[in-house]
């Protein structure tokens, strides 16, 4: 049980187009995902908070114009990455928290890398 | 300071036991976990303790915690060269987790 997912898995994209990544918790509902980045070698650093029906909490220096997220659904999450540049290129991943759960108690999609050329 | 931090290596030989320290920073952090990397994938959550606990032991795993100290260790027994990954240490911290800077475990044959 408690299985994210994410799609797509990797994708390269031109630089001033927009990408957009799904989260989804397949088999719990998730009342708040979260929006992870890391780069190479390091942490992973959470970009925003994103809960079932109301606007995401983005943390400070996230820039929220450029890193959409919409979370219409308990089960799905997307964040768009708008007029991606190079410097956007990074592994994203996401994670859930069950409904009846705490919010530390969250399960991790295996991540997106995304290639801006 | 702010950050949570763990040395960057650590390199054993199978069959060996690997220790993987951590300090984090907030006292009253409820939950202390331990999460896995491997290339290219997301995290695999190994184990978490409660604060009020000074030792959890789940199989081949043990966690140590020092509360006075802020220390969280993680040992794993018998490590094999499946075990060789990037470790996370992370803490509860008002509504979100806060991560370490990972330990990669190198296991050689």
């Known amino acids: 049980g408690a299985v994210v997912s994410q799609h797509p898995s990797w994708v390269i994209c031109k630089s001033g187009t927009s990408v957009k990544i799904e989260c989804r918790s397949l088999d719990f509902q998730a009342t708040t995902m979260f929006w992870y980045r890391q780069f190479p070698k390091q942490s992973l650093m959470l970009m925003a908070t994103?809960?079932?029906?109301?606007?995401?909490?983005?943390e400070q220096g996230v820039e929220k114009d450029k890193f959409l997220i919409n979370h219409a659904s308990l089960t799905l999450s997307t964040l768009t990455v708008t007029s991606a540049h190079p410097e956007d290129s990074s592994f994203y991943i996401c994670?859930?928290?069950?409904?009846?759960?705490?919010?530390?108690?969250?399960?991790f999609g295996p991540g997106t890398r995304l290639t801006v050329t | 300071g702010e950050d949570v931090e763990q040395s960057l290596f650590l390199s054993v030989r199978e069959g060996d036991s690997s220790v993987i320290n951590c300090t984090y920073t907030d006292s009253s952090s409820t939950y202390l976990y331990w999460y896995k990397q491997e290339p290219g994938a997301g995290l695999q959550l190994l184990t978490y303790?409660?604060?009020?606990?000074d030792m959890k032991q789940d199989q081949r795993l043990t966690v140590l915690l020092n509360k006075k100290d802020k220390h969280l260790s993680l040992r794993i027994a018998d490590t094999q060269t499946g075990d060789s990954a990037i470790y996370f240490c992370?803490?509860?911290?008002?509504?979100?987790?806060?991560f370490g800077q990972g330990t990669e475990l190198s296991v050689k044959p």
């Open positions: 994670s859930a928290s069950p409904r009846d759960k705490s919010l530390y108690e969250q399960y």
């Open positions: 994103s809960n079932e029906g109301s606007k995401a909490t983005y």
């Open positions: 992370a803490e509860s911290r008002g509504g979100k987790l806060i």
């Open positions: 303790i409660f604060s009020n606990m």
